[in-house]
């Protein structure tokens, strides 16, 4: 076997036991994301340490490399160094073998589509060192850090992944004793290099990405059509985060607020039109989301009469329309019709007169086609006030017509 062979055994094998517990280290890690094989081809050049008493080198560095997540990557790599020296123009080299974990740091764009986009990295590793200098041939253990940007090439559809690679780094190795230059236990030499970074299809191929999990609200913003997995209480496409109306009924257009633009609301219940289920409910009554009449106890002072009697007056009619549109739009309510007096009079008087005006109430209710058996009465005379009876602005008050709504 010849020296030279035994020298690159034995770079190969110093090489294996310094990188070996890095190489373990790594393929226990995370094994998620991202993974592919690639090789790098590259030109370098060596400012070396003074010690030596020779000229900056010139040389090549090949790379085998595998990402084996999305942001980190394990290297082997081989860089050969022609030097002559200074003293007699002899060739010195230096061989280095290192196997290096690349870290990177995604990647990177600039405003302006004209420059273009670059990922950062950082590496570090250990190795060995076969030099040759001043004639003298030996083999050393070796550490190197360095930096450097990977940018992506693409020319037009042309895309396979490949990139340029800019790098730099210090390379330090232990110098034995019995080595040249003599006396020197670290020699410290930087290099700079420039290359290509190739992608290879083969064994391990890129992860496609996990699908995105399912919203359990979607948005879809009203203005942009982007669609968010966000909340969105009232599904008016604005995110509770920056809706100013959170309870806007569903189907109701909105402006980026979340508010509804101006639809129009024939009845004025404060539902717009486009979301209003119930469109002709009465002036006054109490409505939810749709616009549909709720629950509720409605005291109706306008709806007046001749006076001792139980016949409507103009006034009265106009009202009742309004809640005989609202009664037939709606059909899953009932109305309790309840008569009430002031005390002028006596109470058998002001009780029958009560239930009269209710009965004449319901009938013209029906007569504008709301169906009888949605609507009941009861009278209540002078038992049920809501203001005093001493003056005439509370006997007033105390002379109407309640409507109680009831939800079927």
């Not at 020296?3 to 280290?25: D, E």
């Not at 504008?368 to 009941?376: E, Q, R």
Request: glycine share 12%; hydrophobic share 40%.
């Amino acid at each position: 076997m010849t020296t030279q062979i035994r020298n690159w055994l034995s770079l190969l094998g110093c090489a294996v036991v310094l990188a070996a517990p890095q190489a373990m280290a790594l393929s226990a890690g995370d094994q998620q994301g991202e993974q592919e094989f690639y090789l790098g081809a590259f030109g370098a050049y060596e400012i070396g340490d003074g010690q030596r008493e020779s000229k900056n080198g010139y040389g090549f560095q090949g790379t085998a490399g595998w990402a084996y997540n999305d942001n980190s990557s394990l290297e082997l790599s081989f860089l050969g160094v022609g030097r002559k020296r200074d003293l007699d123009g002899r060739k010195d080299y230096l061989n280095a073998l290192m196997l290096n974990y690349v870290r990177d740091f995604g990647m990177y764009e600039f405003a302006t589509p004209l420059l273009p986009r670059f990922k950062p990295y950082v590496l570090t590793g250990g190795g060995a060192v076969l030099e040759d200098v001043r004639g003298d041939s030996h083999f050393h253990p070796a550490i190197n850090i360095g930096t450097g940007l990977l940018i992506p090439l693409r020319f037009g559809s042309w895309d396979w992944g490949w990139g340029l690679r800019t790098e730099v780094k210090g390379l330090v190795q232990y110098n034995a004793k019995d080595s040249a230059p003599a006396n020197e236990n670290f020699l410290v030499d930087f290099q700079a290099l420039v290359g290509l970074h190739i992608p290879l299809s083969f064994g391990h191929s890129r992860k496609p990405a996990p699908p995105p999990a399912d919203c359990a609200v979607a948005v879809v913003d009203p203005v942009t059509g982007r669609q968010d997995c966000l909340a969105d209480s009232d599904h008016d496409g604005v995110q509770d985060a920056k809706d100013q109306c959170p309870d806007t009924v569903a189907g109701t257009v909105v402006n980026e607020v979340g508010c509804a633009v101006d639809n129009g609301d024939a009845d004025h219940d404060g539902v717009p039109d486009i979301g209003d289920q119930c469109p002709n409910t009465a002036a006054g009554l109490a409505v939810d989301g749709q616009g549909c009449a709720v629950e509720q106890t409605i005291s109706l002072q306008s709806v007046t009469f001749e006076t001792a009697s139980a016949v409507l007056t103009g006034q009265a009619t106009n009202v009742l329309d309004g809640f005989a549109r609202a009664l037939s739009g709606q059909g899953n309510i009932k109305a309790e019709i309840a008569g009430h007096t002031d005390n002028v009079g006596s109470p058998a008087f002001n009780m029958t007169l009560s239930k009269q005006r209710a009965a004449a109430v319901r009938e013209y209710l029906i007569s504008k086609g709301v169906a009888g058996n949605l609507l009941s009465t009861t009278g209540y005379g002078q038992e049920q006030p809501i203001a005093s009876n001493d003056d005439e602005a509370g006997r007033a008050l105390n002379r109407r017509v309640d409507f109680r709504i009831v939800l079927e």
